[in-house]
C-alpha cells in the first residue's frame, strides 16, 4: 500500500521573557502539564519531544522525567504541582527541593501542553472481499490539528523564561478506486519536530549562562 | 456473481462480529506493583505503630461495568508499598504492628509504649471508568481510604478519608488497556500518598492531639510550678 503525504500548514510561536543558556553540565527535565490546570500533552508527544530535543544539532542533556518526579515527590504530582510560575518561588524553598535540583544539574523544567485533535472529516469509502482481493471505492477525507504549547521555567532564577506554541493543520485524503491510496497529514510528528527544533535554540541561543 | 461476493461479505461480517463480541466479553485483570518514593519532606517528630491489615493488603477490587468487559485490580502490594514509603518518610519512626496484637491484650502494650500513635489505614472504596463507558480516551481510577489514627491505648484520635485520583490517556495508537489502567492506578495512589503527606499536619484532630498536645503543665494561661 501506498503511504504518501498530505498538505500541512504549521505556524510556531516564541514568546522570550528572559534571557537562556545552558552549560554543558546542565540538563533540562521535559513533563507533561498538569492535567488540574491545562490539557496535558500526550504520553507519547512528550516522548517524541525528549528524543528529537536529545539528539541531532544542538541537542541538550534530558533528564528523565520519572525519576526527577520521584525525587521530588510529591510537589510534583497533578494537586501539588505549581498552577504556573507563580508557585515556583514556593515549591523551591520546601525542604530539600533546590538541593535536589541542584545535584541533578537542572537548569530548566518544560512543561507541555496541547492535543491532537480531529476537527473535521467526511466521504465514503467502501471495501469488500471478491476474492482473492479486497476492493474498495469511494474517498474520505479528515482535518487534524496538533496544537502544542512548551512553558520554560529557569530553575537556577526561579522565573519563567518564556513560551513556544506550535500548531500545525494537516488534511488527510484516501481515495480509493479498487486499492485506497492514502495520502495522510501527520500532524503530530510534524509538531513535535518543530517544537522540538525551536526549543534548542530558544534554550541554547541565549546570552546569558548564568 | 454479485450474490456470490455479498454472501461471502456476509460470512465475514458475521465472524467479524463473533471475534468483536468474544474480545469485548474478555475479562481483563491488573496487578500493581510499582515502587513509590519516599516524600521529601521534613519527618514530624512522632514515633508511628502503623498496622497493615489483611484486607489492604490483599485488597483486590473486581467490576463489571456495564458497556465494558470485566475488571480485576489487584491494589494490595501497591498498597503496602505505598504506604510503607510513605510513613516512613513522614515520621521519625515507624512500627509496623502485626495485626495479631490487635485485639490481644498481652502484646498490644509492649510494642506501643513507646509510641505516639498507631496508624490502620483501610482501602474502603475504588471507582473507576473505561473509554466506552466515558466516551473519551481516558481511564481513570478513583480510590477512598480511611485512616484510622489512635493513641497507643486505643482511643480514637481521627477517622481521616482521604481520596487519590488518577487518569491515563490510551493514546492515538493505544498502549493496551491493562497498562493504561496500571497507569492510571499507580496515578491514584500516588495522588492518595501525596494528599496524606501534604495535609496530614493540618488536620485538626492530628494537629491537637499529636503535634500541639496540651502542656500537662499548663492550665489555660495559668503556669502551675512543677513540683
Known sequence: MLLTSACMTTNIEEVKDGSTGILPEESIVILASNYHTGNPAEEDFVECVVDKVQSGRNKLNVHSADEFRDALFPWLEPRTTPQGIDGLPELLKRPGVSDRIEERAIRYIIWVAGDTERTSGGGSLSCGTAPPAIVCFGLTWWENLSAYEAAVWDMSEGISTGTISTSVNGTSVIPALILPVPFIARTQATACKGLSKQLKTFISSGTSLR | ?227
Not at chain 2, 32 to 41: A, N
Not at chain 2, 59 to 82: S, Y
Not at chain 2, 95 to 110: V, W
Not at chain 2, 146 to 152: C, D, E, G, Q, W
Open chain 2, 1 to 227: 456473481m454479485a450474490i456470490r461476493i455479498l454472501r461471502h461479505i456476509n460470512h465475514k461480517l458475521i465472524t467479524l462480529c463473533t471475534i468483536s463480541l468474544l474480545l469485548f466479553g474478555c475479562a481483563k485483570s491488573v496487578e500493581v506493583l510499582t515502587q513509590f518514593p519516599e516524600p521529601l519532606i521534613e519527618p514530624l517528630p512522632l514515633v508511628i505503630g502503623i498496622r497493615y491489615p489483611i484486607e489492604l493488603t490483599d485488597f483486590v477490587h473486581n467490576e463489571d461495568p456495564e458497556l465494558a468487559p470485566e475488571w480485576t485490580i489487584k491494589l494490595g502490594q501497591a498498597n503496602l508499598r505505598m504506604f510503607r514509603a510513605l510513613f516512613k518518610g513522614m515520621f521519625i519512626q515507624t512500627i509496623e504492628i502485626d495485626n495479631a496484637t490487635k485485639d490481644s491484650e498481652e502484646a498490644e502494650p509492649q510494642t506501643t509504649t513507646s509510641l505516639d500513635a498507631i496508624i490502620e489505614p483501610s482501602l474502603e472504596e475504588v471507582e473507576f471508568s473505561v473509554p466506552e463507558q466515558s466516551g473519551n480516551q481516558q481511564f481513570t481510577v478513583w480510590l477512598r481510604y480511611n485512616i484510622l489514627i489512635t493513641t497507643p491505648e486505643g482511643k480514637l484520635i481521627t477517622n481521616w478519608r482521604i481520596t487519590g485520583y488518577g487518569q491515563q490517556d490510551e493514546g492515538p495508537m493505544g498502549m493496551g488497556d491493562e497498562t493504561a489502567m496500571r497507569k492510571a492506578a499507580v496515578t491514584a495512589l500516588r495522588d492518595a500518598a501525596a494528599n496524606i503527606a501534604t495535609t496530614f499536619s493540618s488536620v485538626p484532630n492530628i494537629k491537637r492531639t499529636l503535634l500541639n498536645p496540651p502542656n500537662p503543665f499548663m492550665k489555660g494561661t495559668e503556669i502551675i510550678a512543677a513540683p
